[in-house]
């Protein structure tokens, strides 16, 4: 299955006065990982939220993987998010309430139907195969990054959206979760896209672009 | 009025034209022209078909949809393991059987809001005519409002079938004659009570030492109203609920050769939401089946129940009724007597059956608890096991029918002999009631 491809041409974002994004021009073929840096405010977030359909542009054209986001429905958008995305947030998001394998088969449900082995199989895929049966407040901020890894990856996205993924995590951690999304990303093909702030974390990508105060002003290729 | 009285058979009969709409959904129109068809014809049997005729052949059909539906819902279960779809779905939307099916089923929707009329109606133009305007016209309804029906609802064969028969029964179940739950569950009590019967004969059981009282107690739940009522529940919604557990049975689709997980989940989940979705036709046929058979339980027909008038004998112990006393014998009414003679009494009626002769019966007959009859058009009911008895039949012995009293038919009245008749309900309430047997 190709991964997705991202277009933007004149894409905006606006919250009443405020512009947050200004007129973004972009191109991401599938495959790629594309690192977002920029201050705060410069609109790493709103991009990513506007690509991984959670929030709908005020103009301009938006397509990923050669859906036209404007043209979904609301059902359309949440299937599409459900089928097409999987998001890696800084703040885990995790049920504290539900183990590990639960919160993964929590995204499997909302997706199609549970299926515990394959659960336990994705938390054995980043090194949680001994945390199955662990709960969040239970597990360290790395171990919790590893959880989200595998419930973002667990329905097999196209696109996978990190909005700061290591911000709360330690060198040792950071390290580990980017090796882990390395390996992953040459296992399953995805494209990536993450906003970031660390310049060592962008590195991981094959480019980085940078925002400022909603507009792509430089862009820079970090491998080849 | 009449459209309060023939609602439950219309809203039955628009619910009939959105399913065999939904079901031939590639033959919309052909489906509507024939169920209109249908219903136009089986409203004109009015006219055509004598009265206790179209009432047989309405019942009858009806017998026979549902042995069908059993048969059927057997079958689906017993294939309910298979992968592939649901068995017969290749037939429908075959444009033979989707007239043949919607004409049929306007017929019986027809024939059976034309019994609801009765046969007062049979000799007006207005009243059928009307009906079968408003038969057609909510076909042309139903056209429309299966436009707006989800996609994903879709009918399975045995859901149409179990649905269709489900419409036809709730329909019915507004007309004692036609209603097939109160007979199915007379049957049962009468089947068990046989069974019971011939076993305790077979065997010599009654003149056992050991068989004492309590046995009997025990014994007569058998013969009790209750057990009639819960196996005609069960033969009532077994073809259903078989249905559903087919459906709930069925095989998902094979994933194995599918390598990722999530389109593995996705195709296993596609085939779970459909399955739960084909349950949506039988549940609805069980919902409808619950409704007509507690309108079958609890009729809303009134029957004709005089307040029996005591009589006393003369010094030569005869009882003299006048044929145009304070009632008129011959208004083909049934007239109810209770007579009295120290502590013996006995109730009984007077009729004038079609043929018009005189007969005098006791309200009782030789099976049931002596819990009397009510008049409805053309037939008798026993209250006690809810059997019709058609007027033309009583006066004669045996069965459910009331016992015949001797009487002698003047040209003033008739004359029964007091002593006679005291014995004769004597003897019928002897044999039909044991104290603590709790039934017959």
């Known amino acids: 299955?190709?991964?997705?491809?991202?277009?933007?041409?004149?894409?905006?974002?606006?919250?009443?006065?405020?512009?947050?994004?200004?007129?973004?021009?972009?191109?991401?073929?599938?495959?790629?990982?594309?690192?977002?840096?920029?201050?705060?405010?410069?609109?790493?977030?709103?991009l990513m939220n506007l690509v991984g359909g959670l929030d709908r542009p005020s103009g301009g054209a938006l397509k990923v993987g050669g859906k036209d986001l404007l043209a979904l429905s609301e059902d359309g958008l949440a299937r599409f998010r459900r089928e097409y995305v999987g998001i890696i947030f800084q703040q885990h998001h995790l049920v504290p309430y539900l183990s590990a394998v639960e919160n993964v088969m929590l995204a499997q449900y909302f997706h199609s139907t549970p299926d515990e082995a394959e659960a336990r199989n994705a938390l054995e895929r980043v090194g949680l195969g001994h945390r199955l049966k662990n709960r969040p407040g239970e597990l360290s901020g790395g171990e919790q990054q590893r959880v989200c890894i595998a419930r973002a990856i667990i329905n097999s996205p196209k696109l996978l959206l990190g909005d700061e993924p290591t911000g709360n995590l330690d060198h040792?951690?950071?390290?580990?979760?980017?090796?882990?999304?390395?390996e992953l990303r040459a296992e399953e093909r995805f494209t990536v896209v993450m906003v970031t702030h660390n310049q060592e974390v962008a590195a991981w990508g094959d480019r980085t672009i940078y925002l400022d105060d909603g507009v792509l002003v430089r862009e820079e290729r970090t491998r080849c | 009025m009449l459209a309060l009285k023939l609602l439950p058979q219309l809203l039955a009969w628009t619910a009939t034209a959105l399913l065999l709409l939904r079901a031939f959904s590639g033959r919309r129109l052909a489906t509507a022209y024939a169920a209109g068809a249908g219903f136009l014809g089986g409203t004109a049997a009015l006219a055509v078909v004598p009265g206790a005729l179209l009432y047989d052949m309405v019942r009858g059909f009806l017998g026979a949809a549902f042995l069908l539906l059993w048969g059927v819902s057997v079958v689906v279960l017993y294939q309910s393991n298979r992968r592939e779809g649901a068995s017969g779905v290749r037939f429908l939307n075959r444009a033979p059987l989707c007239g043949a099916v919607a004409l049929v089923c306007?017929?019986?929707?027809?024939?059976?809001?034309?019994?609801?009329?009765?046969?007062?109606?049979?000799?007006?133009?207005?009243?059928?005519?009307?009906?079968?305007?408003?038969?057609?016209?909510?076909?042309?309804?139903?056209?429309?409002?299966?436009?707006?029906?989800?996609?994903?609802?879709?009918?399975?064969?045995?859901?149409?079938?179990?649905?269709?028969?489900?419409?036809?029964?709730?329909?019915?179940?507004?007309?004692?004659?036609?209603?097939?739950?109160?007979?199915?569950?007379?049957?049962?009590?009468?089947?068990?009570?046989?069974?019971?019967?011939?076993?305790?004969?077979?065997?010599?059981?009654?003149?056992?030492?050991?068989?004492?009282?309590?046995?009997?107690?025990?014994?007569?739940?058998?013969?009790?109203?209750?057990?009639?009522?819960?196996?005609g529940m069960v033969i009532w919604f077994t073809p259903v609920c078989l249905l559903l557990l087919a459906i709930r049975?069925?095989?998902?689709?094979?994933?194995?050769?599918?390598?990722?997980?999530?389109?593995?989940?996705?195709?296993?989940?596609?085939?779970?939401?459909?399955?739960n979705l084909r349950l949506a036709v039988p549940g609805f046929a069980l919902a409808v089946l619950i409704a007509a058979a507690y309108q079958s339980q609890h009729p809303t027909v009134e029957y004709w129940d005089p307040k029996p008038l005591q009589l006393t004998a003369n010094a030569a112990g005869e009882i003299f009724i006048p044929r145009k006393g304070e009632v008129?014998?011959?208004?083909?009414?049934?007239?109810?007597?209770?007579?009295?003679?120290?502590?013996?009494?006995?109730?009984?009626?007077?009729?004038?059956?079609?043929?018009?002769?005189?007969?005098?019966?006791?309200?009782?007959?030789?099976?049931?608890?002596?819990?009397?009859?009510?008049?409805?058009e053309g037939t008798l009911i026993c209250y006690y096991c809810k059997t019709l008895i058609p007027l033309e039949?009583?006066?004669?012995?045996?069965?459910?029918?009331?016992?015949?009293?001797?009487?002698?038919?003047?040209?003033?009245?008739?004359?029964?002999?007091?002593?006679?008749?005291?014995?004769?309900?004597?003897?019928?309430?002897?044999?039909?009631t044991r104290p603590k047997e709790g039934g017959k």
């Not at chain 2, 004969?201 to 009654?206: D, G, K, Y």
């Not at chain 2, 996705?266 to 939401?273: E, P, W």
């Not at chain 2, 009295?340 to 019966?361: C, H, I, S, W, Y």
Request: some cysteine; glycine content about 10%.
């Open chain 2, 393 to 432: 039949t009583i006066g004669m012995t045996g069965g459910c029918n009331p016992v015949p009293v001797q009487f002698a038919d003047t040209p003033d009245g008739v004359r029964l002999n007091a002593a006679s008749l005291l014995n004769s309900w004597g003897q019928t309430i002897q044999s039909t």
């Open chain 2, 106 to 231: 306007g017929l019986i929707a027809g024939a059976t809001c034309a019994c609801r009329l009765g046969s007062g109606a049979a000799g007006q133009l207005l009243t059928p005519l009307l009906l079968a305007v408003a038969g057609c016209a909510l076909v042309a309804a139903a056209l429309y409002a299966e436009r707006l029906l989800s996609p994903r609802i879709t009918v399975t064969p045995a859901g149409l079938l179990a649905a269709l028969v489900a419409l036809a029964l709730f329909a019915s179940s507004f007309l004692i004659r036609v209603d097939l739950f109160a007979p199915l569950s007379m049957k049962v009590m009468k089947g068990t009570h046989d069974f019971v019967h011939q076993f305790m004969e077979s065997v010599l059981i009654p003149d056992h030492i050991f068989v004492r009282q309590v046995v009997w107690g025990y014994i007569g739940i058998f013969f009790s109203k209750d057990v009639g009522f819960w196996g």
């Open chain 1, 172 to 182: 040792k951690s950071t390290m580990m979760v980017m090796e882990l999304l390395k």
């Open chain 1, 1 to 46: 299955m190709a991964a997705a491809t991202i277009e933007t041409s004149a894409l905006t974002r606006s919250y009443g006065e405020i512009c947050a994004l200004k007129p973004i021009d972009l191109l991401v073929p599938e495959g790629e990982w594309l690192s977002v840096m920029g201050h705060s405010g410069s609109g790493k977030s709103t």
């Open chain 2, 249 to 275: 049975l069925q095989r998902l689709p094979k994933v194995s050769h599918i390598r990722q997980g999530a389109q593995r989940r996705q195709v296993i989940a596609r085939a779970i939401k459909e399955r």
């Open chain 2, 328 to 376: 008129n014998l011959e208004d083909g009414k049934l007239h109810k007597y209770l007579f009295k003679q120290g502590e013996r009494e006995a109730r009984f009626f007077v009729l004038m059956a079609p043929n018009g002769k005189l007969t005098v019966d006791l309200d009782a007959c030789a099976i049931c608890k002596p819990d009397g009859y009510g008049q409805t």
